[in-house]
């Protein structure tokens, strides 16, 4: 039996909860944009296509993916260093605001974490 289909890229559809001319919305697409052409380095990529594919906006997901991660081998290292080198925001302090405005958060980077165990059970 086969999982849902995660699709091969990414568009805008769904990528930014808020309009252009909000505030920080014209870093996002800025940052999105580059991500788009970094993605060759990212070893999370088809976990952030997935969660892109279940709804959540491009930084979430992206955030998602990279705590799922595993920490040995993570880029961008640091927490401070996604937000600031991969997702164009200033500081993680947006990162910490989501998780307290989100518990699920924790939660599916939980779960996406024992996923590919559970897979081959």
């Not at 999982?3 to 909000?22: L, N």
């Not at 052409?37 to 998602?64: F, H, M, N, T």
Request: proline share 7%; charged share 30%; hydrophobic share 35%.
């Amino acid at each position: 039996m086969e999982g849902p289909k995660v699709p091969v890229s990414d568009d805008e559809e769904g990528a930014f909860p808020a309009s252009a001319e909000t505030p920080g919305q014209e870093e996002s697409r800025v940052a999105f944009g580059a991500f788009q052409v970094e993605r060759s380095q990212c070893p999370w990529w088809q976990d952030y296509l997935k969660l892109r594919a279940e709804g959540w906006d491009w930084r979430k997901a992206a955030y998602i993916a990279w705590a799922a991660s595993p920490a040995v081998a993570r880029w961008p290292e640091t927490q401070e260093e996604l937000a600031q080198q991969v997702l164009g925001l200033k500081s993680d302090r947006t990162i910490r605001k989501w998780k307290t405005k989100h518990p699920g958060l924790d939660n599916r980077i939980a779960d996406l974490q024992v996923e590919p165990l559970l897979r081959h059970r």
